[in-house]
């Protein structure tokens, strides 16, 4: 997505009311190529944008961090950062 793409949607959004940073609009466009649905949209919902499981659990405040910036759950987490 280049600059001219991300003003259209910035101003898209700000008529609806809603505002977002142009790194979200870029990971929501990325996140929804790749897997099928939006980062934001997962974080809203609670769920993994990998896997569309819940992401409500989390084993330690870390990968609450890392949720809340990846929007991976628990387990997608483990697969990517090879974690037993």
């Known amino acids: 997505m280049f600059e001219n793409e991300?003003?259209?949607e910035k101003r898209k959004l700000f008529e609806n009311g809603?505002?977002?940073?142009?790194?979200?609009?870029?990971l929501d466009k990325l996140s929804k190529?790749?897997?099928g649905r939006s980062r934001t949209g997962s974080l809203e919902k609670q769920i993994c944008v990998i896997?569309?499981?819940?992401?409500?659990k989390?084993?330690?405040?870390?990968s609450e961090k890392e949720y809340l910036e990846s929007a991976m759950c628990q387990q997608c987490q483990n697969n990517a950062f090879r974690v037993k």
């Open 6 to 8: 991300i003003e259209k």
């Open 58 to 62: 989390f084993r330690d405040k870390k």
């Open 33 to 35: 190529d790749l897997f």
């Open 51 to 56: 896997c569309g499981g819940n992401a409500k």
């Open 18 to 26: 809603t505002t977002k940073s142009a790194l979200d609009i870029v």
